[in-house]
């Protein structure tokens, strides 16, 4: 959640909003993404309390459809949300710690798996390593914990 974006948009991978608004009616236009914010550390993340270090305009408004249900979050809205995003984001650095000393180099000839205790909520973490390409999987089985896949 962002200034310029509205409250009910969930990512270009969905076909509806959060409200539930088609957004191929819009054509190439998203009207719920109004501006893409840039931070001074590059990339469009914003930490929170962040100001961004530039505002693009990301549509041209003027050759696109408007949506009726453009909602614009407030001040508090973004910060609660760009709060609640670090958390999940440490606790995913957490528990990938975990799997980063679980893991094997060079990968492994089969594939691994193993249940650890997570370092988060200390229930059951489920470990995967590919023997394909190296890469680890992780998910915990207390909803909204922590699930990652390389």
Request: with cysteine; aromatic share 8%; hydrophobic share 30%.
């Amino acid at each position: 959640m962002d200034h310029g974006r509205c409250i009910h948009f969930n990512g270009i991978q969905n076909d509806l909003c959060k409200r539930g608004v088609a957004y191929k009616q819009f054509g190439a236009n998203r009207p719920c993404v109004r501006f893409l914010h840039k931070s001074a550390r590059g990339g469009t993340y914003l930490r929170p309390g962040e100001i961004p270090a530039s505002s693009v305009p990301l549509f041209d408004e003027a050759t696109g459809k408007a949506c009726p249900f453009f909602e614009e979050p407030t001040a508090a809205q973004v910060q609660d949300d760009r709060k609640e995003v670090e958390m999940a984001l440490r606790k995913v650095e957490v528990a990938i710690n975990v799997a980063n000393k679980w893991r094997v180099n060079p990968k492994p000839d089969n594939n691994r798996y193993e249940i650890v205790e997570c370092p988060v909520c200390k229930g059951k973490l489920s470990l995967a390593q590919s023997s394909y390409n190296g890469h680890c999987r992780g998910r915990c089985e207390t909803d909204g914990c922590v699930e990652w896949m390389e």
